[in-house]
């Protein structure tokens, strides 16, 4: 199966704002229940799925963090959505403002040229 015919991976970046209910708990309450009560649901319910958490409460009023979601299809995404609505993450720990979805280079796959990329040195 040649690159063109396999489904290119998703990438989310989640938009989200901390509820007053996440900000009153502990920092190691924090961790905790990220660790018991998210990661559990996710690791059970998907597969192919990594994520990074970029913090900007510092620059923005709107939006606390933003989490980048890299899923290996849009199944293993959907999959993803549902499992994190089924815990207290989703408008309970954090309101979810935004979903930017999408594939990296589409349009040079779409296309079939070469992803115009830049390296700064």
Do not use: C
């Amino acid at each position: 199966m040649s690159i063109e015919e396999t489904e290119p991976p998703v990438t989310a970046f989640m938009l989200v704002k901390t509820t007053p209910e996440w900000l009153a708990l502990t920092v190691q309450e924090r961790v905790d229940a990220f660790t018991t009560q998210v990661l559990p649901v996710i690791k059970a319910r998907t597969t192919g799925v990594r994520s990074r958490f970029y913090d900007t409460e510092f620059y923005s009023a709107r939006v606390t963090d933003v989490w980048v979601w890299e899923a290996e299809s849009h199944h293993a995404y959907r999959l993803l959505i549902d499992a994190l609505r089924e815990t207290p993450f989703w408008d309970r720990y954090f309101e979810v403002v935004d979903l930017l979805v999408g594939t990296e280079n589409g349009y040079a796959r779409t296309y079939g040229v070469e992803a115009v990329t830049t390296i700064a040195t």
